[in-house]
């Protein structure tokens, strides 16, 4: 499965199967994400076999179960940290996808103080998402219509289209989709978003996906 593949398959999952990830595959995420820190200035931790976080009340008020795996979201504790870990923390839901992980984005049901992650002075944990496999693949969420978040979209190119078309398949904290394309001058692009609970984590994994769909060309983010 590669990446685009992986988007259009990739659905929320909250309940999973008692079964760690694959060692190989386990090897191959942790060499990701070292990367991916590298490269984004994060430090995100993939912390496998560590269900504490998991537990009690709040779980299930999010419907989780079965959650043993997750990636921690952490960095440095500034403006840009929450749309970094949206953008970054995606890449590596979309490469684990299509090595047959399921995911959730999880912004507040699970116990940030049993988290095992480290976070050094100066860093925030932002959120985690839970990875293994799940008891079903998910299904697709109910979405907005292009022009509802788009801005001088009528007539676009076919590049901004389907990018557009790729952010309305991204995950978003209660589905609220806040996000917002405005295509400038012909081939600028700018990313903005309302108010909500975690929106600029997902103002983040919109951006990507846009970037995904849009592919490699002449445009550029504004």
């Given amino acids: 499965m590669n990446v685009m593949e992986a988007v259009q398959a990739r659905h929320s999952v909250r309940s999973f199967l008692d079964r760690p990830i694959d060692p190989a595959t386990l090897a191959e995420l942790q060499a990701l994400v070292a990367q991916y820190n590298a490269e984004s200035g994060l430090r995100m931790q993939l912390m496998a076999d560590d269900p504490a976080p998991f537990g009690g009340l709040l779980s299930k008020i999010g419907w989780l179960s ?10 440095p504790d500034d403006a840009a940290l929450d749309e970094k870990c949206g953008y970054w923390g995606e890449k590596l839901v979309l490469e684990a996808q299509a090595r047959g992980v399921n995911s959730c984005w999880v912004g507040g049901s699970y116990k940030p103080g049993k988290c095992s992650a480290e976070v050094r002075p100066g860093e925030r944990l932002a959120l985690v998402v839970a990875l293994g496999y799940g008891r079903s693949q998910g299904k697709p969420h109910k979405s907005k219509g292009y022009a509802e978040v788009t801005v001088n979209g009528e007539g676009a190119p076919d590049w901004f289209r389907r990018g557009v078309d790729c952010a309305l398949l ?5 589905n609220q989709q806040k996000f917002k394309f405005e295509l400038m001058d012909g081939d600028r692009v700018r990313a903005t978003t309302d ?3 975690f929106s600029n984590v997902d103002l983040g994994i919109a951006r990507l996906h846009f970037e995904l ?4 060309g002449d445009w550029q983010w504004n």
Avoid: D, M, N, Q
């Fill in 66 to 75: 079965g959650v043993r795996s997750y990636l921690a979201l952490v960095g």
């Fill in 170 to 174: 991204a995950p978003t904290a209660i």
């Fill in 195 to 197: 108010r909500g609970p």
């Fill in 213 to 216: 769909g849009a592919g490699k």
